[in-house]
Every structure is written in C-alpha cells, then in structure tokens.
C-alpha cells in the first residue's frame, strides 16, 4: 500500500482546495489498496478558510514540498528489547536472518537507544583487555539465562562485580579471593562447602552453585548470608558462558548518539549515518520515536506518488516536484505538463472549474457524493466560475452545479455564492502582500516573464483607497520574482467587472483595449476570467 498526495497549485483558490479534498475522496474510495491524502503547498485564501469552517470539514494540511523524506525509509523493529533484558535475549535475535542488525531498546514503551552487533562484539571483546572485566549483573536475569532456580534472593536487586570461579584449591581460592578486596565478585562453583562458606564469611554480593541437579548437600547456613544464591542445573562452563549473557542490554548502549528526524532530507541523513560510527540510528518527529534507519535503507531512494490537480505545469507545482512521481494530473488550464517516466492517467477538459471535472468522475465511477462533499465541490465550480458567469463557463458546467445543488439541498445558488465571496478578505484591511500572492501565477511569453495575481471582491468602490500600497507592493513583487511585468485583476463578482493594477510598461500599455482611469489602473467592464479575457489580451499586446 502506498501513500499518494493530492495536490493543487501554489498559491491555491477556492478550486483548487476543493479539487484536492474532493478527488482524494474518490481516489480512496475507487482504489482502496492505496491511501490518498489531500493537501496544499500554500496558505488557505480567507474565503475558502471560512467555507469549510461553514461546512465543517479540515481543510488539506500544509505540506513543505515533496522531496524524499527520512520518514520514506524509516523501519519499525521487527522486535525491542527491554533495558533490563539480558544480553542473551538480544543475541538471540541475530539467529534469524531476517532480523535487523539494529534492535531498539526501550523502557516500558519510552525509547532508551539502539543496539547492533557492534555492541554485542565490543562487549565480548572486552575479555581481552588485559584486566579482570566487571560485570553489572541483575537478580531477576539469572532465571532468564540459567536453567535452574534461586535459593534466596539477596538485599541488593543489581550489583557491579567480577566473576570468580571456585575451581581451584581452597588455599588458593582464598588468596585469589583476598586479592578482590574492594571489587567482591559473584562465585560460580560446585557444591565445594569450604569455598562456598568463605563466600558467605566475605559476604559477596552472589553466589552460582553449578551441577546441581537436586539440592545442595554442603552443610551450609544461608541465613547468615546476605546475598543471593542461585542453582543452576549446568555445568561450570555453560554456566560461566551464559552467565556473562546475563548482563542487562543498557549495559551495552552509547551515550548520546546522533539521531535524525522524520523530516530531514534522504541526502543529508543518508550523510550523517555514513559518516558516524553506527550500523543504525534512531528517528524522531519532535521529540517523538517513530523508528530507525540502517545503511540498508539509502541502497535506494523512493520517490513521493503525486497526484496534481488544477494545474499541469511544475512551475506552479509543489515545491520538489522534480523528484516526484506524478501519476495522475486532473486540470482545466493550457498543457504545460513535464515528460513522465511511466504513462499516466491525465484527465484534462477545456471547462470552468477543475471540480466540475472531478464531479464527471464520480458520475463514471459511480461513486456517491455526500450532501457535504456535493458542498465542496460546488464551492470549487462556484468560486473558478464567478457564480456561472464568467466566460470560461461551460454547459457542463452548468449542469454539474444543477445536479450538486440537488444533491446538497441547496435551493439558491447565488446565495451560497455571494454568501461564500463576503467571506473574503477585504482589501483595504489586508497586507497587500498576502493579498497580492494568494493567487498570483507567473507566465514567460516571447521572450517576457509576466505575473498575474486575482482577488473576487464584491465591490470596487474602494479600489482608490488602497491602490497606491497595492502598487508600490506591486513593484517589490515584481523585483523579488525577477520579472518584467506584474498584474493584480481585482474582480467584482456582483457587478461583473473588474479593475487592473500592474506595475509600468509603456509600450504594451498604449497597446492595451482596456480603459487607463490612472497611472497603473486600468477599467475592464464586463472582464471576470485571468485566464479566458486577460491573458489573452496580454499575449496579444506582447504579439504585436
């Protein structure tokens, strides 16, 4: 099962939203073995904020870009071990060849560190340092590696000691003892009643009786003894082996080792594992453990399934879309599209709104549309087409809105219209800035690279009051995109016309069929569509 997003343009409107929330509707519910996700790569406009505030629906969440994440290759672990578990349970792990190298350590559920075969080796190779190795045993793991049972539980639950083995004659087992003085270590030993008694007398933290298969037949007082006493039924050796196997796995573990989160890049991380010492490392979101990554998981890179919806052109598109893998394109504007790899599903029509081609896909696929969701998407028809009156709008366009208003019981179009346009940002009271990008596309004509940014308003009796800042923001936007010309259509959808503001060009100027009112505003009467009545006009200017 895959993820695959859903995705408008930058800068997304009121159809762009609708469509991705829409199609990922019908994506999931036509291709279940697939998980489709409706987002956006840029800010909600206030009016589609507030229409799906009134719907009560979440709109898509905001998402950075689709670069390939750490998140694309993190693995869950097959099986943890716990702090205090032995050492022996986390050997017994790398038997399998299926397993990971790396094996989590957790502390009832909270993430403790990573462990590998490295640990493992580093902590046997430790018996050869030259000195006597201490150990850090636990009571409680003795039962977990030893075949047998405890005699008496000592006073202290976990102690550091060395192991002591009571082979040799008692003389010489009480000057090697005598010798620990400061370090007392753990005995294994047979049933040998005088070692076992010297134990006892230098109160050592533990003893392993080994060979045992019955009871002990020393005449022995345990409750003079302080410690814990431990009958294994194997013999010395086995006993001595698995003993060391005891040692809890936290002993094991590397203070403070990098780690990376969920969101960096796949490049940087697959760097920062290469150039540390570890097999693994762990990933977090926030502060949050959601797994780790090996070497194993940069041997190759996944791309991120998109699915691009209102626009065809990368441009507009999510940031890093270069490095996705686009597998479906739903649009309405002019072919821009980028070459595939693989053939894909591309459903473009010459209509007024994106969402009006989604509703005709769920009519194909008979897939039912919700009283809610027939809301969403006549917002999306409503919004792209100004209420059915703008030039782009076609017959079937028309008739989709016809059909959602059944379906939606709603019995007024122009009042869910002209409701749904008031609940856009006021211009005058806005930053020019925001305002001027909600919706701003960028063009390259013969030779000129142009923007043109629009905003529905339902009047333009204010247009002089904030003219002059949406003007001189005009100019920085045009710098900032490093372009020839920029544009703001300002349309009222009631009226039905629309004023322009655009930074200054002389010479396409004089050539415009539009009514210059002042310097930098034009008049275009009965003009609603960027894309049907302005652009062409533009590209006309530019032509002659």
């Given at each position: 099962?895959a993820?695959?997003?859903?995705?408008?343009h930058r800068?997304?409107?009121?159809?762009?939203?609708?469509?991705a929330y829409?199609?990922?509707?019908?994506?999931?519910?036509?291709?279940?073995?697939?998980?489709?996700?409706?987002?956006?790569?840029?800010?909600?406009?206030d009016?589609t904020?507030?229409?799906?505030?009134?719907?009560?629906?979440?709109?898509?969440?905001?998402?950075?870009?689709?670069?390939?994440?750490?998140?694309?290759v993190?693995?869950?672990?097959e099986?943890v071990?716990?702090?205090?578990?032995?050492?022996?349970?986390?050997?017994?792990f790398?038997?399998?060849s299926s397993r990971?190298?790396?094996?989590?350590?957790?502390?009832?559920?909270?993430?403790?560190?990573?462990?590998s075969?490295?640990?493992?080796?580093?902590?046997?190779?430790?018996?050869?340092?030259?000195?006597?190795?201490?150990?850090?045993?636990?009571?409680?793991?003795?039962?977990?590696?030893?075949?047998?049972?405890?005699?008496?539980?000592?006073?202290?639950?976990?102690?550091?000691?060395?192991?002591?083995?009571?082979?040799?004659?008692?003389v010489?087992f009480?000057?090697h003892?005598?010798?620990?003085?400061?370090?007392?270590?753990?005995?294994?030993?047979?049933?040998?009643?005088?070692?076992?008694?010297?134990?006892?007398e230098?109160?050592i933290?533990a003893?392993?009786?080994?060979?045992?298969?019955?009871?002990?037949?020393?005449?022995?007082?345990w409750?003079?003894?302080?410690?814990?006493?431990?009958v294994?039924?194997?013999?010395?050796?086995?006993?001595?082996r698995?003993?060391?196997?005891?040692?809890?796995?936290?002993?094991?573990?590397?203070?403070?080792?990098?780690?990376?989160?969920?969101?960096?890049?796949?490049?940087?991380?697959r760097?920062?594992?290469?150039?540390?010492?570890?097999?693994?490392?762990?990933?977090?979101?926030?502060?949050?453990?959601?797994?780790?990554?090996?070497?194993?998981c940069f041997?190759?890179?996944?791309?991120?399934?998109?699915?691009?919806v209102?626009?065809?052109?990368?441009?507009?598109?999510?940031?890093?879309?270069?490095?996705?893998?686009?597998?479906?394109?739903?649009?309405?504007?002019r072919?821009?599209a980028?070459?595939?790899?693989?053939?894909?599903?591309?459903?473009?029509e010459?209509?007024?709104?994106?969402?009006?081609i989604?509703?005709k896909?769920y009519?194909?696929?008979?897939?039912?549309?919700?009283?809610?969701?027939?809301?969403v998407?006549?917002?999306?028809?409503?919004?792209?087409?100004i209420?059915?009156?703008?030039?782009?709008?076609?017959?079937?366009?028309?008739?989709?809105?016809?059909?959602?208003?059944?379906?939606?019981?709603?019995?007024?179009?122009?009042?869910f219209?002209?409701?749904?346009?008031?609940?856009?940002?006021?211009?005058?009271?806005?930053?020019?800035?925001?305002?001027?990008?909600?919706?701003?596309?960028?063009?390259?004509?013969?030779?000129v690279?142009?923007?043109?940014?629009?905003?529905e308003?339902?009047t333009?009796?204010?247009?002089?009051?904030?003219?002059?800042?949406?003007?001189?923001?005009?100019?920085?936007?045009?710098?900032?995109?490093?372009?020839?010309?920029?544009m703001?259509?300002i349309?009222?959808?009631?009226?039905?016309?629309?004023?322009?503001?655009?930074?200054?060009?002389?010479i396409?100027?004089?050539?415009?069929a539009?009514?210059?009112?002042?310097?930098?505003?034009?008049?275009?009467?009965?003009?609603?569509?960027r894309?049907?009545?302005?652009?062409?006009e533009?590209?006309?200017?530019l032509?002659?």
């Amino acid at each position: 099962m895959a993820e695959i997003y859903v995705s408008g343009h930058r800068n997304p409107d009121m159809d762009s939203i609708c469509a991705a929330y829409s199609y990922a509707y019908l994506k999931n519910k036509v291709d279940p073995s697939n998980t489709y996700l409706p987002v956006r790569c840029g800010s909600l406009n206030d009016a589609t904020k507030a229409q799906f505030e009134r719907l009560g629906l979440t709109p898509p969440p905001f998402i950075k870009d689709v670069r390939t994440k750490v998140s694309s290759v993190t693995r869950k672990a097959e099986a943890v071990v716990q702090v205090d578990d032995p050492v022996y349970t986390l050997v017994s792990f790398y038997g399998t060849s299926s397993r990971s190298s790396v094996v989590p350590v957790m502390d009832t559920g909270k993430y403790r560190g990573l462990l590998s075969v490295d640990e493992v080796s580093s902590f046997i190779l430790k018996e050869n340092s030259g000195k006597r190795p201490l150990y850090h045993f636990v009571v409680d793991n003795f039962p977990k590696v030893l075949k047998g049972s405890f005699v008496k539980k000592g006073e202290q639950k976990s102690f550091t000691a060395p192991i002591m083995v009571g082979a040799m004659r008692y003389v010489i087992f009480c000057r090697h003892m005598d010798a620990l003085q400061g370090q007392a270590p753990i005995l294994v030993v047979g049933d040998r009643e005088d070692h076992i008694k010297k134990a006892i007398e230098l109160q050592i933290p533990a003893i392993i009786l080994t060979g045992i298969e019955h009871e002990v037949t020393s005449n022995v007082n345990w409750e003079a003894y302080r410690g814990t006493v431990f009958v294994s039924a194997l013999d010395t050796a086995e006993t001595l082996r698995l003993l060391r196997l005891s040692v809890p796995v936290v002993q094991l573990m590397v203070q403070d080792p990098p780690s990376l989160q969920a969101d960096s890049l796949f490049e940087e991380a697959r760097d920062i594992l290469a150039e540390s010492e570890f097999r693994g490392l762990p990933v977090f979101e926030g502060e949050t453990y959601t797994g780790f990554v090996t070497r194993r998981c940069f041997l190759h890179k996944p791309k991120i399934k998109l699915i691009m919806v209102d626009h065809n052109e990368t441009e507009q598109g999510v940031e890093g879309i270069e490095e996705a893998e686009v597998v479906e394109i739903i649009d309405h504007h002019r072919l821009g599209a980028a070459k595939t790899r693989n053939p894909i599903f591309i459903c473009c029509e010459p209509l007024g709104s994106t969402c009006t081609i989604i509703y005709k896909l769920y009519v194909r696929n008979s897939i039912a549309i919700t009283a809610q969701l027939a809301k969403v998407l006549l917002s999306g028809i409503i919004s792209d087409t100004i209420m059915l009156k703008s030039p782009t709008t076609t017959f079937e366009d028309y008739t989709a809105v016809q059909d959602l208003l059944s379906i939606a019981q709603v019995h007024d179009m122009m009042t869910f219209g002209q409701t749904m346009f008031a609940s856009g940002a006021s211009l005058a009271k806005e930053d020019p800035r925001k305002m001027l990008e909600s919706d701003f596309k960028q063009y390259k004509e013969l030779g000129v690279s142009f923007g043109i940014g629009q905003c529905e308003v339902t009047t333009l009796s204010d247009v002089d009051d904030y003219k002059a800042s949406y003007l001189a923001e005009l100019g920085k936007l045009k710098i900032a995109h490093n372009l020839d010309w920029a544009m703001f259509l300002i349309t009222d959808v009631v009226r039905e016309n629309s004023v322009l503001l655009m930074t200054s060009m002389p010479i396409a100027e004089r050539k415009l069929a539009y009514k210059k009112e002042s310097e930098g505003k034009f008049l275009l009467s009965g003009v609603l569509s960027r894309k049907k009545q302005l652009l062409p006009e533009i590209l006309r200017v530019l032509e002659e």
